[in-house]
């Protein structure tokens, strides 16, 4: 969902995030770890949860929330549901904590789906479930996806400016989604 269906990073970038008390950190450990959340640091403690783990949640879910739909998107994938194709969104956000939002994100952009799973390797997670596409952003799957039979597509961005050409294709716009799958 985010950064292809839509503009989460963007969203993290630019909110304002006010400091309060209900954060329960100083107010210099909440701009700290508030920095570290927009560079993507991930939690190096061996705990299922700390403080640092909690705020990016935290956070996160303020994005998630704030989030907006690509408007070419929402339409891909209503298309794709009148065309009657199977729609799993698979994605890295934590749904023990996070599925209920994610959700009501999804029905308040009108985005159909027919399950919703989390997964932190979506090329397994596609090879067990049989689904021969991927749309997304992130360069491991973009990079490997084709050694496993998966077709990705991913929307093109700053990060990707690294990625080996000929391993998935990039786009622009979920019109050349639609064409590519349809050859």
């Excluded at 963007?10 to 995030?17: A, G, S, V």
């Excluded at 799993?88 to 996070?98: E, G, K, M, P, Q």
Aim: charged share 25%.
């Amino acid at each position: 969902m985010d950064d292809t269906l839509n503009n989460f990073t963007e969203t993290l970038r630019n909110t304002n995030f006010v400091y309060s008390d209900s954060y329960g950190l100083t107010p210099e450990k909440f701009n700290q770890y508030l920095a570290m959340v927009r560079q993507a640091v991930t939690d190096e403690s061996e705990l299922i949860c700390n403080d640092y783990s909690y705020f990016r949640y935290q956070i996160h879910q303020q994005c998630h929330e704030l989030a907006k739909a690509r408007i070419d998107g929402i339409q891909f994938m209503q298309w794709l549901k009148a065309n009657h194709w199977r729609i799993v969104i698979c994605t890295a956000r934590d749904l023990r904590r996070a599925v209920e939002y994610s959700k009501l994100w999804l029905s308040d952009n009108e985005i159909p789906y027919d399950y919703c799973f989390t997964a932190q390797n979506k090329i397994v997670f596609c090879k067990m479930w049989n689904i021969k596409y991927l749309i997304d952003d992130d360069n491991l799957n973009i990079l490997h996806g084709k050694d496993y039979g998966i077709n990705v597509f991913y929307p093109i961005m700053e990060k990707h400016a690294k990625v080996e050409k000929g391993t998935a294709r990039g786009f622009n716009r979920f019109e050349e989604v639609k064409q590519w799958i349809q050859e």
